[in-house]
């Protein structure tokens, strides 16, 4: 679980973004509960056998596979997102995990999870996801 924050101990902008966190966890979260049960739904009526019809089937099935390729991609969000929330209670929120310089306001407010600034994290995209210079 992720250790509580004691709001009064942050800074303004690492409140707003703490806020932005947990409105993004929230979201996430009910995202995941709708996509769990429409993927639930889809399973119990496969093995009800209501589904007789080929073209039904098949279509189910990909609907049903897309739906858990999106809970396997939020439960991604959601472990950046907890990281950044221990990042904000430790005081190390707001760095780049590469250079340590800090991550700008700009690119935090598009993406408050952020782990690189936009210099390493460019550097990441070039090298197929690593950074040569720090790894
Ligand atoms: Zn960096």
Do not use: W
Request: negative net charge; charged residues 35%.
């Amino acid at each position: 679980m992720t250790a509580s924050i004691d709001r009064s101990k942050l800074s303004k902008e690492d409140l707003y973004h703490y806020d932005m966190l947990l409105s993004a966890r929230d979201a996430v979260h009910k995202r995941m509960e709708y996509h769990a049960s429409d993927a639930l739904d889809a399973e119990n009526l496969e093995k009800r056998g209501v589904n007789t019809h080929m073209a039904d089937v098949s279509g189910d099935n990909s609907r049903h596979e897309m739906d858990l390729r999106l809970l396997t991609e939020d439960g991604d969000v959601i472990q950046l997102i907890e990281d950044a929330i221990d990042r904000l209670a430790n005081g190390e929120y707001g760095r780049c995990c590469d250079c340590g310089e800090k991550i700008s306001k700009g690119r935090l407010d598009a993406r408050p999870y952020a782990l690189y600034c936009i210099k390493c994290k460019s550097i990441r995209e070039q090298n197929g996801g690593i950074n040569p210079k720090f790894h």
